[in-house]
């Protein structure tokens, strides 16, 4: 079975500086991976993904993501943090040449302080 | 935004009754998707369609039903509506379920409350 963890609930960064957000993952064979953002009671906004290549991805709004097989994270990186970057962050996977299972993370809230 | 809509957007029910909540897309798209949101939970997988009349299920689909007989509406009905089911219910789509290159995108939600 395949699983994501995201192991910090809240992240709290002040403005200006990097944000970091963690996501580990299992699964079988090679993986892909995405990043979504969800603001208040709203859908989930896709940012990014992995699917093969690079292992710097690069998204939506400045973010980007580190594809690490070795340590099976996909951390997301942000180097300036906005205020407007507080939201709640899901890491989500499946197995790549499957039908489209993902499996999500609980999320990470991000506050970003002036 | 992806051509995504959801109905209704909001809705408190019995429990015991019957809910049919709707998902309408204009991006012909494939494969469509019911998630339930709760928290600590991240989204979990309940049905899915990959085509019409073609469904299967996903990882916590006890307790409901899809239906989808047009490409662009996918159907999903609560038989009898319990407490457990309270949630955030999230319609997605893709356009292949091949994921070379491919992304799911997300409905507004539809918040349900069942008392």
């Known amino acids: 079975a395949q699983s994501v963890a995201q192991p910090e609930d809240q992240v709290n960064v002040a403005e200006g500086n990097p944000l970091t957000v963690k996501c580990t993952y299992s699964v079988s064979g090679n993986p892909y991976l995405f990043w979504y953002v969800q603001y208040p009671n709203r859908g989930l906004q896709f940012l990014l993904k992995?699917?093969?290549?690079?292992?710097l991805v690069k998204g939506s709004y400045g973010f980007e993501a580190e594809f690490n097989k070795s340590q099976t994270s996909f951390h997301l990186k942000k180097p300036s943090a906005l205020v407007s970057d507080s939201a709640l962050y899901f890491c989500?996977?499946?197995?790549?040449?499957?039908?489209?299972?993902?499996?999500f993370g609980g999320g990470t809230r991000v506050l970003v302080k002036p | 935004d992806a051509g995504i809509t959801q109905s209704p957007r909001h809705k408190v029910t019995e429990t015991g009754t019957p809910v049919t909540l709707r998902c309408h897309q204009t991006e012909n798209h494939r494969y469509m998707y019911w998630y339930r949101q709760d928290p600590g939970h991240g989204l979990r997988l309940i049905h899915y369609s990959y085509g019409v009349k073609d469904t299967d299920k996903g990882e916590v689909s006890d307790g409901y039903s899809v239906s989808r007989s047009k490409t662009e509406d996918f159907l999903l009905t609560l038989e009898s509506a319990t407490s457990s089911q309270t949630s955030v219910y999230f319609c997605?789509?893709?356009?292949?379920?091949?994921?070379?290159?491919?992304?799911?995108?997300f409905g507004e939600g539809s918040w349900l409350t069942v008392v």
């Open positions: 997605a789509i893709s356009e292949s379920g091949r994921t070379h290159g491919n992304t799911i995108y």
């Open positions: 992995y699917i093969t290549g690079d292992n």
């Open positions: 989500a996977a499946g197995r790549q040449a499957a039908v489209n299972k993902l499996t």
